[in-house]
């Protein structure tokens, strides 16, 4: 149905190669998934295969792409593409235009020159298929990333199209939602539908993918019948994350000065309870898991320790400082928060001067020696000098780290942070964060990943719309 032949792509302004000579085949009715570390060039190839490069982009091409026999360069508009094929981007939010779920979903099937009676129908089943039906006059834009996710899924699947590429789709679902979207690719896989499919998660989707292809900078390193190709332990160890062996034991006495203390805590979004009478209290050098489904009100609660959110009710208390009462420059001086997504954090011109930036804010003089402390404590002094935006997902995710510990909080707080993660990266952003916990840093991660949680974390908080259902520490932790 699609054939990459001899493909090689540099991007505008770049000279490196983010395609090297690659070939691929995507067969009518199959699903093949790709996998690799970040920066691999996955994206490139869903782009190349999807026309998007050869339409949309500048950069050097070379050569050929075929959708279902004919040149890609052939077509004469994106606009043709689409009657063939749907694409889901890892960035959902960027297909979103309107102002309702409802009007993404009937837009895509209004595309199709349905009548209204079929349009009724086949919306009703896509909204029950993707779970979204009680979200359906929400604003898309207000929804949690992975509802966002489950919203550009089923636009694409309005289209109707026998050949669906996704590129992340469950990067920021949690573990119920994952199992979901990998029920409904199985269900579209059993109508015949052919899916190329960009993942991290191989074991939510081994009972549906034909073939596994791994890429390792802009090339494909391994392809072919999962089984076989995970027998290569290097490669195994890139398609799926091992964290044991990663926690080390925290004595009690650490664990007993309170350092955030949340007192029956509410917060509304307008006329929408997130956070309904949380109590909770976090202690010195403690390694917390924060887990819950989307929307469950999670990164609400994170971001109430640093004063970018102000309780509706009660009060969050850090260090013995109410956060009402302080600016947002005095908290970051005791909780750094590291973004999910972290190149929302990058506008600098080198990795230096990214974390230079938050000491330059905060007043801290001795800079250059804390700067290289940081980046050598997230294994990146040698990148000091680089473009951050030139960096692997992975060595970004760490950086965004160095930016936050650079500025000495005592609490590190991160949302999600081994998203779009390879196994390799995922360990060692994990392996840091143990490192600095072992200093007398806490450490809160907000994790949709069961195994950090239970490998990794000292205390599992799980929550629930809005609330806090249990408070838990991991069996074997003293």
């Not at 939010?93 to 309702?100: L, V």
């Not at 996710?149 to 089923?154: D, K, P, Y």
């Not at 590129?167 to 994952?178: F, I, K, M, R």
Request: net charge negative; glycine share 8%.
């Amino acid at each position: 149905m699609i054939e990459l032949e001899n493909i090689s792509y540099t991007y505008p302004h770049t000279v490196q190669e983010a395609l090297h000579h690659l070939s691929f085949s995507l067969p009518r009715g199959r699903c093949v998934m790709i996998t690799g570390p970040s920066g691999a060039g996955k994206t490139t190839l869903c782009l190349a295969a999807a026309g998007i490069l050869h339409h949309e982009y500048g950069g050097k091409k070379e050569g050929r792409v075929t959708l279902d026999k004919k040149d890609i360069a052939s077509y004469a508009s994106l606009s043709d593409i689409s009657q063939k094929l749907g694409i889901v981007f890892d960035d959902a939010e960027a297909q979103m235009i309107f102002t309702t779920v409802e009007e993404e979903i009937i837009s895509a099937l209004e595309h199709r020159g349905l009548s209204v009676p079929e349009i009724e129908d086949r919306f009703a089943a896509i909204m029950q298929t993707t779970y979204l039906t009680e979200l359906k006059h929400r604003s898309p834009h207000n929804l949690s990333g992975g509802q966002k996710q489950r919203v550009a899924l089923a636009a694409t699947l309005a289209l109707g199209n026998d050949l669906l590429i996704l590129d992340e789709p469950t990067s920021e679902l949690d573990e119920h939602a994952t199992k979901r979207i990998a029920a409904i690719l199985k269900d579209l896989k059993s109508q015949g539908k052919t899916i190329l499919l960009v993942e991290h998660k191989y074991r939510h989707f081994a009972g549906i993918v034909d073939e596994l292809v791994v890429m390792e900078e802009g090339r494909i390193s391994a392809s072919g019948v999962p089984e076989e190709v995970l027998k290569d332990e290097r490669i195994r160890r890139i398609v799926t994350a091992d964290f044991s062996g990663i926690r080390t034991p925290v004595t009690a006495s650490s664990r007993r000065e309170p350092v955030v203390e949340i007192r029956d805590l509410s917060f509304s979004y307008g006329d929408i309870r997130a956070l309904e009478s949380i109590t909770c209290t976090l202690y010195r050098g403690e390694f917390v898991a924060i887990v819950g489904e989307n929307g469950s009100g999670k990164t609400t609660l994170v971001k109430q320790f640093n004063g970018l959110l102000t309780p509706t009710s009660g009060d969050a208390v850090i260090r013995g400082r109410n956060t009402r009462t302080c600016s947002i420059a005095d908290l970051a001086h005791h909780v750094g928060l590291v973004f999910q997504n972290p190149d929302h954090m990058f506008f600098a011109d080198t990795v230096g001067e990214e974390v230079a930036f938050g000491l330059h804010n905060l007043g801290i003089t001795d800079g250059a020696e804390t700067i290289d402390r940081a980046l050598d404590e997230v294994g990146l002094l040698a990148t000091k000098d680089l473009y951050p935006r030139w960096l692997s997902r992975g060595e970004r995710q760490r950086l965004a780290i160095a930016c936050v510990i650079a500025m000495k909080p005592e609490i590190i707080v991160l949302d999600e942070p081994t998203t779009g993660l390879d196994g390799n990266e995922a360990r060692l952003v994990m392996e840091t964060l143990k490192r600095l916990q072992e200093k007398g840093h806490t450490i809160v991660i907000i994790t949709h990943n069961p195994d950090i949680a239970t490998e990794c974390a000292d205390r599992v908080i799980r929550m629930e719309k809005g609330r806090i259902i249990s408070d838990t520490r991991v069996a074997g932790v003293q």
